[in-house]
């Protein structure tokens, strides 16, 4: 390996970081939009629950995909164009075809193409830098890329009470132009195999798993799965401390989805306007960038499993506190108040725990068979949310937005006390 660009060249070259900040200004609130897309069609919270469950399938074999192709053909900048490329076509798509199912395959379409950008934009990081500063590179994509996301929300809050949300679409459009266009400059140099060099950096991959859970080198094994649900057993579980963890973050993901999904339906069908929902949940992704920033420091002072249990416990208050606002004002709810709660719950609690549940997971997988634990993590999370989508859209059509979000609740509690299980366990 011939030796790596260093400090101040290395600083000069990472201005291609910046393609992410109009790429997450189109790509940001795309949960939002959609949501609300598929009610302006007519549909309904199950569509938006298909929707959503599509996404996150097929992102899982996506992540494999992309990142065995950049491994093959070693071109990150045309994987770059391709993936921005493809989310402004679907955008397009989406403002020309007005029906339910077009509307649902295209998302599960940008679910697909947007990943393409992962495993280049982390060679681009590795390449670029020496080892020891791969993590400083990752922090620094993620703080452009909750810029750009925030810089989208505000777009989109600014001019949503002026215009549907078809148009809304159309206008994302010209930010992905805008990073097609800087993603031409990207040079292509020597690519370092995207798989073998995040495994062997801890804390970079923990800083790639912070950006996009979902980073499978390759599917594990049917055996795998096997023996990792053997060991699930009531018998077993309370000793097995990887095992509680993983079922965990499963339960964790199933809650969030659980939630997240019904929420901008929920909100749109109690009378609130678009601009008024994008508005909230521009709050809670401020406050949510706010305290990643600090919530480093945080953790370090603190036990992670009582934190993380802590965390969760605020999370599932702030679950059951929307489900009563959404029972106590009948076909109306508050906006002050769901921003207010949400943010709580989106941003405050979930900042926390997730960082601290990412350095507990780097503490448990050690450094044997990191790839295979890595994507058993990333597998479990992904069923969660699939199966989280789809209990979302039906508890929420046929019982009522105000269960959907209690349920959440009660799961997050769940997860609460499994975390808090860990303490007494060793990894």
Not at 74 to 82: A, Q
Not at 138 to 151: C, H, P, V
Not at 369 to 395: P, V, W
């Amino acid at each position: 390996m011939t030796d790596l660009p260093e400090g101040p060249r290395w600083r000069r070259k990472d201005w291609w970081m910046y393609t992410v900040v109009p790429y997450q200004m189109a790509y940001g609130p795309i949960s939002t939009i959609i949501a609300l897309y598929i009610l302006f069609l007519h549909g309904t919270v199950i569509d938006v629950a298909y929707a959503s469950a599509l996404g996150y399938a097929i992102s899982i074999p996506a992540s494999v995909f992309w990142g065995m192709a950049i491994d093959t053909y070693n071109k990150r900048r045309s994987f770059v164009i391709i993936s921005f490329a493809g989310l402004a076509l679907s955008m397009l798509a989406l403002f020309m075809v007005r029906n339910l199912i077009g509307a649902i395959l295209l998302y599960g379409f940008i679910s697909f193409i947007v990943v393409a950008n992962s495993a280049p934009f982390s060679l681009l990081i590795m390449d670029g830098a020496e080892k020891g500063r791969w993590a400083e590179g990752f922090a620094k994509l993620q703080m452009l890329s909750s810029l750009g996301g925030t810089l989208g929300l505000v777009f989109a809050f600014a001019i949503a009470g002026f215009v549907p949300i078809d148009t809304l679409i159309l206008l994302m459009v010209p930010f992905c132009i805008l990073a097609i266009g800087m993603s031409f400059l990207i040079t292509e140099e020597r690519t370092l195999a995207v798989r073998t060099a995040l495994l062997s950096a801890p804390k970079a991959l923990a800083m790639r798993i912070f950006a996009h859970p979902l980073v499978l080198g390759r599917m594990p094994s049917a055996k795998t799965f096997i023996n990792f649900f053997a060991g699930l057993v009531p018998s077993r579980i309370g000793k097995n401390y990887l095992g509680m963890f993983y079922l965990a973050s499963a339960v964790f993901s199933f809650g969030g989805v659980l939630f997240n999904t019904s929420y901008p339906a929920g909100l749109k069908e109690f009378g609130m306007q678009n601009f008024t929902i994008f508005g909230i949940v521009l709050a809670g992704y401020i406050l949510q960038t706010v305290v990643f920033g600090m919530s480093g420091k945080i953790v370090e002072s603190r036990e992670k499993t009582g934190t993380a249990a802590e965390s969760l416990a605020m999370r599932s208050a702030a679950y059951f506190l929307i489900a009563i606002l959404f029972v106590a004002f009948g076909r109306t709810t508050s906006a002050v108040l769901n921003a207010i709660i949400y943010s709580i719950g989106a941003g405050l609690a979930y900042a926390v725990f997730y960082t601290v549940s990412n350095v507990m997971l780097f503490e448990a997988i050690g450094n044997a068979k990191r790839g295979m634990k890595i994507g058993i993590y990333s597998s479990m999370i992904g069923l969660g949310a699939i199966l989280g989508a789809l209990m979302s859209g039906y508890a929420s059509f046929y019982v009522g937005y105000w269960f959907t979000f209690f349920l959440a609740g009660v799961t997050t509690v769940l997860t609460a006390v499994m975390f808090h299980r860990l303490k007494g366990m060793s990894a």
